[in-house]
């Protein structure tokens, strides 16, 4: 069993910057494939942006270029650097990790909320 703990979220203006930080209970961070996921109300839970074992990243299209995904293997810890955020970024912003050997393996943490408003 691997728990995640999400934290740094919050309130911020238009424009602003947040990092949210993904703590994992287990030492998997350097070697599970890692994302953000965040869900709005009325709407789906989308992918923000992932890392995976490799390093290799992805980012949706609607926060290229904003959002950048890093992990501290030593730390055991996931960010996300959220930057020029907008007020479409509201959203519970929920931490995920896999384990690429075990394809039952799929964990969640608990979410953080992230509002963007003036």
């Known amino acids: 069993q691997v728990q995640l703990v999400e934290s740094g979220g919050g309130l911020v203006q238009p424009g602003g910057s947040l990092r949210l930080s993904c703590v994992a209970s287990r030492n998997i961070v350097s070697s599970y494939n890692m994302g953000w996921y965040r869900q709005a109300p009325g709407r789906q839970r989308e992918l923000v942006a992932r890392?995976?074992?490799?390093?290799?990243?992805y980012y949706a299209d609607l926060v290229k270029g904003r959002f950048t995904i890093s992990r501290d293997n030593a730390k055991n810890t996931v960010y996300l650097q959220m930057n020029s955020l907008k007020p479409e970024d509201t959203a519970v912003y929920y931490c995920n990790a896999k384990n690429p050997w075990n394809l039952r393996a799929d964990y969640w943490g608990q979410g953080t909320q992230v509002t963007v408003s003036s």
């Open positions: 890392i995976i074992s490799g390093g290799s990243t």
